[in-house]
């Protein structure tokens, strides 16, 4: 990567062994002598444009310029440098940068170190002939960035077709750079790994509902709980939801993650959540905030369970009252009558 201070240190030093002063530099370069100001104490870099102008009044490459020093004969007449793919592109030949790079073997690591330099526009046209070229999949993440959608899901198609290894951690990386139908193609591609809830969830956002709900259903186990399904369920469809409230561990299910999932559930697994509750310690409070999404019947088994174990508030009771069977009412009220008694 281009160490920045170090190329405005290098400026500097030519500007003042050259006796020149920065409004004098600028006016060569027809930039503001804030511009070198700021190049020099390394908060910015020359554009593409600008870096053979300012080689050239200092008789040097733009590789030394980049480097911050003279470099050897050998250096100097290297055919695949940053200073000759700039070279390309400011004499806008930016479509043949890459054949400079065919016999490589890390073909983009050059153009990942001046990548912040490159314009979209010019990005796209050095990546418009890959043909040939094998990519790493960390030279991708780090040009996603910098490239059009449409080139971007040319690169990932390729890295696809080339590589083995790819997982969802370096999806995590680049699909916020991704269009919906590249992230399909990469999900459609390793649909059938198994993911960790809490990657799915640092992809919901960027995933339609069908992409979502394939993943989903690859959720490890071990990783499957009552937090990790209510943190998913505002992008999962209810069907995919009720495949995980059956498969989820019931030790992980509790009244808080309970209650946070009931609102993004159908009847039918509102039911099957309230049946895993039934074992668990659950207080009147709790039942008051589930009774609108409970049916009469899910609702009247925890009620009563409730009601035969403790006091019921009459607060809670009251909230209770309309959604309970007119039995139940009646059960529960003579209950809290008996113990009165006795």
């Excluded at 010019?122 to 960035?145: C, H, Q, R, S, Y």
């Excluded at 498969?247 to 959540?273: G, K, W, Y």
Aim: with cysteine; glycine share 4%.
């Amino acid at each position: 990567m281009l160490n920045t201070k170090k190329t405005g240190a290098y400026i500097c030093k030519l500007r003042k062994t050259n006796d020149l002063t920065q409004l004098e530099l600028a006016e060569k370069l027809h930039v503001s002598h804030q511009a070198i100001s700021k190049w020099e104490r390394g908060e910015s870099m020359p554009d593409i444009q600008t870096l053979p102008k300012l080689a050239q009044i200092f008789k040097l490459t733009i590789d030394e310029l980049l480097n911050g020093e003279l470099l050897p004969h050998t250096e100097k007449n290297a055919t695949y440098t940053e200073g000759k793919i700039i070279e390309h592109i400011s004499s806008g030949e930016a479509g043949k940068v890459l054949e400079l790079v065919q016999e490589k073997s890390n073909p983009l690591e050059k153009i990942v170190n001046i990548a912040p330099m490159i314009k979209t526009s010019e990005m796209d046209e050095i990546m418009a002939n890959t043909e040939g070229i094998k990519f790493k999949v960390n030279d991708i993440i780090a040009l996603a960035p910098f490239l059009s959608d449409d080139s971007l899901h040319k690169l990932v198609v390729t890295m696809i077709n080339d590589s083995n290894d790819l997982d969802f951690s370096h999806i995590t990386e680049l699909v916020p750079f991704l269009s919906r139908e590249t992230l399909r193609t990469l999900i459609d591609h390793i649909n059938n790994q198994q993911i960790d809830s809490k990657v799915l969830l640092s992809l919901a956002p960027f995933l339609d509902e069908i992409s979502l709900d394939k993943l989903a259903n690859n959720i490890l186990d071990q990783s499957l709980t009552g937090v990790s399904l209510a943190e998913l369920a505002p992008f999962l469809s209810q069907a995919t939801l009720a495949k995980l409230i059956d498969r989820i561990n019931e030790e992980s299910i509790n009244v808080e993650n309970s209650i946070a999932l009931v609102p993004f559930l159908d009847q039918e697994s509102v039911e099957l959540l309230a049946n895993k509750l039934l074992d668990k310690k659950i207080d009147g409070n709790t039942i008051a905030k589930l009774a609108p999404f409970l049916s009469r019947d899910a609702l009247n088994k925890l009620a009563n369970r409730i009601g035969k174990e403790t006091n019921m508030d009459t607060d809670v009771f009251m909230q209770l009252a309309p959604f309970m069977g007119e039995d139940l009412l009646d059960h529960i009220v003579q209950t809290a009558m008996n113990r009165k008694n006795k």
